[in-house]
């Protein structure tokens, strides 16, 4: 299975041409379009949202992760292993909690570059070839092994700030609802909100925050918008009271 | 095939999440994406919706359809056959109009519980594998069956009433077209609207309804957003005037 | 490999619709969405973005275009045959630029009308049986040639207007970036644009213009959005400046 991973939207015809790749260099392996509205051109919270959801897939998992704001300068494109799953996608730090959360991930620089690279869309003309191989078995075991790439030592493990606003307008934070104690609060806009176990638990327009199905602390209103209710955008900080 | 019919959305994490179930527990099997933007959290015009465009698809066909505000609370999952085809979702009125249609339907309240069931996304967790299983062949016949789940007796047979918009702004009412007078008008908004058999009938900006391919009432404008012209949303009453 | 070119959306009924008869006319034939949001209900423009993104499938690949603002009036259904590629949909001028950049371009009407043909979804009742039969192999040489149809001589060989603008609000032109001096800049909203190979080769905020990888003059704003900074919309004019 490949899954997508990006902010190249689905209706555009970026996430098309990458699945056009995909089906002639890996035929007949289903792609599933995860997220195609990661945060735009934002490596840093997109990390904290890969970790939780890129661990969901079964080992044997290729995942093509692009937001790609460096797209035609320098930065490395890499092959991350970690617990039997495969990244594909651009080194600027989309990986670094993929990395650190694994037992063992092992990171390779994408030297092999396609006869036509566009200047902009990497995401089809490197990253997919490279997954589409992943794929259909290809190792990378004869790369040369890049261990310090990719690693941005200085973020945080859990990141106190909304990740993703879903099209619920609930917000997702970069926390591990696991990792708090289980009467934490969680404090936005000023305001401070008590944990549920979900919506039919609490009042209808109640604000609360629940651990989501992913296991990220993820901000909610009963029956309506959070992130209107209370002005959340993707950044957004989330104080954790204790 | 699978065909599915949410309000999970494409670009997020849920319709991805469900795919990629689907694709584990049926491997092989078409999944199609109706709907994913169907009435957010209101089962009763989505049960109009879904009793519509359902019926399109060959016997056979398997319809996860899932619009679930009620998620996490005592509401039960039920399987319901209909003319052939199978539909799995939420007990919630959603299937009401699907099974009052059928010459017969059947309905099995599913028993079954995932390993791991979250909180808030019975889709994946539990009406995924269970659709997955039916498109692979599995019937239900051992479950107990369950004639009076899920029925709403006092909902009307058509509804008069928006049940979605389109994309273009058209708005589709709960009215099967067969069933009105040719020369019926449909009043929204104050305004009086005459039949039309399609946009190139009436003139540039003029408003009316005509029969839409899934033989349902829609109201529209030529070259126009008939939803903003006549400030439609879903639950604006339709009044038919024979 | 058929590939779908409509402004029918992805969330709708639409697209799901048009996959689920290509599923069963064409099994197994991967499709792959390129745009569900090309210029809605304008030929014109889509013509230009169809030429461009078309010609990067490899031949063999069917095409099912549908822009078509005139369903169910008397313009004809077609074929066009071009450099190995089909290409199907309605005759108002989507095929034009496809058949005149081609070497030898075959056109022809198709005459076959489906059982059910509803008023006003050619596309699902009509262009895609034919699509699903193309990519099944079935050639339509029987058929009589139709060499004028669906031309429009008088369109421009290259169109300087925007054509599209992507998610990330980049503007899209009509002009084949090729074809322009190295040294040309582009002027758009009275304001005038250098141009750049990508992104990271200008300033943070700064708005220019570069080949796309498909090739079209692209206008852009780095970390920005060019289409709500300079107001562009489809249809804005672009000036050459040489």
Do not use: C
Request: overall charge neutral; hydrophobic content about 45%.
């Amino acid at each position: 299975m490949i899954v997508l991973f990006t902010d190249f939207g689905l209706e555009g015809p970026y996430t098309g041409q990458v699945k056009a790749v995909l089906h002639q260099v890996a035929p007949g392996v289903p792609v599933i379009e995860l997220f195609a509205d990661a945060p735009a051109g934002r490596p840093k919270p997109a990390a904290y949202l890969l970790a939780a959801y890129g661990a969901w897939f079964p080992p044997g998992t290729v995942v093509l992760a692009v937001i790609d704001p460096g797209v035609g300068s320098a930065r490395a494109p890499v092959i991350v292993e970690s617990e039997g799953r495969w990244y594909v996608g651009p080194d600027n730090g989309l990986f670094e909690l993929v990395a650190r959360r694994a037992q063992s991930a092992r990171t390779w620089e994408i030297l092999w570059r396609p006869e036509a690279l566009s200047a902009s869309f990497h995401g089809r003309d490197l990253f997919a070839p490279v997954a589409g191989r992943l794929a259909g078995g290809e190792r990378p075991s004869h790369l040369p092994r890049a261990a310090e790439i990719g690693r941005h030592a200085d973020w945080p493990d859990d990141l106190p700030e909304v990740v993703y606003i879903d099209r619920y307008g609930n917000a997702i934070a970069g926390l591990r609802a696991a990792l708090l104690p289980k009467s934490a609060r969680l404090a936005v806009s000023g305001r401070v909100l008590p944990r549920a176990r979900t919506f039919s638990d609490v009042r209808l327009g109640e604000a609360f925050w629940y651990e989501n199905s992913n296991g990220l602390a993820e901000i909610a209103v009963n029956a309506g918008r959070a992130a209107d209710a209370l002005e959340l955008v993707i950044g957004s900080p989330v104080a954790i009271l204790r």
